[in-house]
């Protein structure tokens, strides 16, 4: 599907926009969306081989779309895409911190190894830390916004993803101290908790074979969302004008899921 504003209306003209984890799933969707909306798009991506595919895509239907390596357990190169984005483009508007490590592993807590643990922690936790200090002052200086991806398992726990959920609950209370401490320089930060089909999800449901099932059980538009049509928008909206006077919220964008926890 060729994604594109069904008004005509370009939400992000002029702005500029760095997703981490953008070479797939859910970061491509929502990089996808933002650059039709006028965006010009970096994808900071641990895999260039995969990213600069999707972004050549992207730019061969006009979209300014590029690629920059990232692995955001490095707060170097976080710092690094942060500076390559500004010194492309001027500026930056809005970070979307996307990238995670693989989210399946034990559902017991005691089976849980050392190292699962430490990527999880190292690609939300501190990566979303790291980045934020880094997106700060050119946050500032545009009067922009930072977008989180949690999840509903932040919210509640989770027993087929516990470290999942931990994580995810950890970076939603960073979004809202951020949110407290930016409001004064015009920083707004939101997250988005999104029950969607993507590589990452599809490994899941391989290893908790009930998942998918019990997803679309508790979710009242009995389907499970995707990427493109469902997430991109609100992220669009999130960075948008339109979203000026929120922050420190998290929309959930699962088709109700969350109302049947």
Request: hydrophobic share 45%.
């Amino acid at each position: 599907m060729s994604p594109g504003p069904a008004s005509g209306s370009r939400l992000l003209e002029g702005r500029v926009v760095l997703v981490t984890g953008g070479a797939s799933g859910l970061g491509l969707g929502m990089a996808t969306a933002m650059a039709a909306h006028g965006a010009a798009v970096v994808l900071a991506c641990r895999r260039p081989e995969i990213g600069e595919p999707a972004a050549a895509v992207l730019r061969e239907a006009g979209n300014d779309v590029r690629c920059v390596r990232c692995d955001v357990t490095s707060a170097d190169d976080i710092r690094a895409s942060v500076e390559a984005t500004v010194t492309a483009h001027g500026r930056l508007d809005c970070m979307v911190h996307n990238a995670i490590a693989p989210t399946g592993g034990p559902t017991r807590i005691q089976d849980v190894s050392q190292d699962h643990w430490d990527a999880m922690v190292a690609t939300t936790i501190r990566a979303t830390f790291d980045g934020a200090r880094a997106a700060h002052p050119h946050l500032r200086d545009s009067g922009g916004s930072m977008i989180l991806m949690t999840s509903a398992a932040g919210m509640e726990g989770s027993t087929q993803l516990p470290v999942y959920a931990m994580v995810k609950a950890a970076q939603r209370t960073l979004a809202k101290g951020l949110a407290a401490e930016w409001g004064a320089d015009s920083i707004r930060v939101n997250c988005i908790a999104p029950v969607a089909d993507t590589t990452a999800m599809q490994r899941a449901y391989m290893e908790n074979p009930d998942l998918r099932e019990r997803l679309l059980e508790r979710t009242p538009l009995g389907r499970i969302g995707n990427p493109l049509d469902d997430v991109g928008p609100v992220a669009v909206f999130l960075a948008s004008d339109m979203a000026r006077f929120i922050t420190g919220q998290t929309l959930c964008v699962d088709g109700g899921g969350f109302l049947g926890l």
